[in-house]
């Protein structure tokens, strides 16, 4: 079982950038898609991005263009690069790691886009 632990939330202004981490300890990080998600107050949670075990990636409409997930399998970490950060982006950020049809969660971190 794989656990989860992200950072690199804050606070940043409008048109800002942030980078989250995720590191992963427990298991085999390399066999786990690696997905951020999101959840605003009053919102379900959604999912931001993904990054298959191949380095696929996958974004939704909303971030394309301005976030980059990556992994490197060697430190055992999932990042997410946001950049020209809106309003509309401040959340609570989860990532979760899939593998074999189960999802594991990290705690969340956040997110705040305010000027």
């Known amino acids: 079982q794989v656990q989860l632990v992200a950072s690199g939330g804050g606070l940043v202004q409008p048109g800002g950038s942030l980078r989250l981490s995720c590191a992963a300890s427990?298991?085999?990080?390399?066999?786990?898609?690696m997905g951020w998600y999101r959840q605003a107050p009053g919102k379900q949670r959604e999912l931001v991005a993904f990054?298959?075990?191949?380095?696929?990636?996958n974004y939704a409409d909303s971030v394309k263009g301005r976030f980059t997930i990556s992994r490197d399998n060697a430190k055992n970490t999932v990042y997410l690069e946001m950049n020209s950060l809106k309003p509309e982006d401040a959340a609570v950020y989860y990532c979760?790691?899939?593998?074999?049809?189960?999802?594991?969660w990290g705690q969340g971190t956040q997110v705040t886009v305010s000027s």
């Open positions: 979760r790691a899939t593998f074999g049809g189960i999802n594991y």
């Open positions: 990054i298959t075990t191949g380095g696929n990636t």
């Open positions: 427990g298991s085999i990080f390399s066999r786990y898609t």
